[in-house]
Each structure stands twice: as structure tokens, then as C-alpha cells.
């Protein structure tokens, strides 16, 4: 089955500065990669997404690249803010139109330094 | 818009009796997976149902069923509890792949 690894497991930046969190995947017949936001005791929240045909996409000050050779993907944070403090999991799934099971990396806590 | 609804919020049981949690997803979405998240973990896959017919299973015991209904609401049951299943149960409804969470049952097992 498929195995979602994220590094680091901590990562700590200066309010402004950019941040880059990676993942890694096992199975290359992956072809959608979301990225959540989790605050302490909310619910998980969709920040941004990826298909496997695309190699990057962007929002506002949010990025994702995907390289599928290597099978990584990141998320790229610029111009960090206090409020983007929180848990990011990465996932991966192989989504047919039906069936849509996601497996998630363990999570990496940013926390912005203002 | 009404997103992904969940209950009960939180629920407190002790080891052996069973438990049902209900969601119900965005209206139009038609799946709805079930995934369980412990502290300090991400959450882990239990079950997808696809138009009321499950289509994934987690790796998790014969304890744990679900079922979605006509109106594509879900639930998911667990019985005999032990103090292991105690997480954040999370539903997620989704469209094209794209899964929303609701905000979770947090259950305690005493």
C-alpha cells in the first residue's frame, strides 16, 4: 500500500520568511496530492491540491510542486504570517472516480515566530 | 454553506460497549469516508462508501462497520471498545477526489 512520509517533523520560521515542507510517496500509481491545515482541535482544512498532470499550483501565498520521477511534493509557504501556525499533514491517494482513500504523512507543526 | 456535519461531538464510553457516530456530508457529494486520527498522528483511512456501497477498507478489525444511506448520510459503528479507539473520528465527504472533513467525534474509552 501507499506510504506517506513528511519532513521535517517540526519546522520554526521568522514571521515573513518563506517555508517549505516536503513529502515523500511510495506508490507511483498516486495521482492526487491534497495538503491540510489542522489548528489545535479543529477539523483538518484543504489548503491546496495537486493532479499528478500538473507539476505546480499556486494560490495566493501558497504553492505546491510535484515531481513525479522522484515522487515527492512540497508545499511552499512565502511571506509567513503568525495565523499560519499550525499542524500541515500531506496526503496521497490513487483516485479512479470512485474510490478516494487518502493516506496521510504524520504531520509537521510550523509554528511562525512574529 | 452547510459543510460536513458530525455527532456527537464528543463522547465518552467505557471498554466493551459500542458506540455509533453519524455524519452527513456536503450536499451533492455523493462518498463518504470515515478516518480515524489519534494525538499527534494523521488521520488513518477506515472505510469509503460510493453511492451507498462501500468501496475501501482500512486495516482495521471486524469491530469497526459502517453504512451509508440513501440520502448519503453514513455511520459508523464500533463495537466491544478498548482503550485503543480512543482518537478523533473524522468523516469526510467528497467530490472528484476532493475530500472536506467535518469537524469530528472525539471518543473517550474508560
Known amino acids: 500500500g501507499e506510504n506517506v512520509e513528511q519532513h521535517p517533523s517540526t519546522l520554526s520560521v521568522q514571521e515573513g520568511d518563506s517555508a517549505v515542507i516536503k513529502c515523500t510517496y511510495s506508490?507511483?500509481?498516486?495521482?492526487?496530492f491534497p495538503w491540510y491545515k489542522q489548528e489545535l482541535g479543529k477539523r483538518p482544512q484543504l489548503i491546496i491540491d495537486?493532479?499528478?498532470?500538473?507539476g505546480e499550483k499556486k494560490d495566493q501565498r501558497i504553492a505546491v510542486t510535484l515531481n513525479k520521477t522522484a515522487k515527492h511534493f512540497s508545499l511552499h509557504i512565502t511571506e509567513t504570517q503568525p495565523e499560519d501556525s499550525a499542524v500541515y499533514f500531506c496526503a496521497a491517494s490513487y483516485y479512479t472516480g470512485a474510490n478516494s482513500k487518502l493516506t496521510f504523512g504524520k504531520g509537521i507543526t510550523l509554528s511562525v515566530r512574529p | 454553506d452547510a459543510g460536513v456535519t458530525q455527532s456527537p461531538t464528543h463522547l465518552i464510553k467505557t471498554r466493551g460497549q459500542h458506540v455509533t457516530l453519524r455524519c452527513s456530508p456536503i450536499?451533492?457529494?455523493?462518498?463518504v469516508s470515515w478516518y480515524q486520527q489519534v494525538l499527534g498522528q494523521g488521520p488513518q483511512f477506515i472505510f469509503q462508501y460510493y453511492e451507498k456501497e462501500e468501496r475501501g477498507r482500512g486495516n482495521f478489525p471486524d469491530r469497526f462497520s459502517a453504512r451509508q444511506f440513501p440520502n448519503y448520510s453514513s455511520e459508523l459503528n464500533v463495537n466491544a471498545l478498548l482503550l485503543g479507539d480512543s482518537a478523533l473520528y473524522l468523516c469526510a465527504s467528497s467530490l472528484g477526489g476532493t475530500q472536506y472533513f467535518g469537524p469530528g467525534t472525539r471518543l473517550l474509552v474508560l
Open positions: 506508490d507511483s500509481a498516486s495521482n492526487y
Open positions: 495537486i493532479r499528478s498532470n500538473v
Open positions: 450536499s451533492g457529494h455523493k462518498s
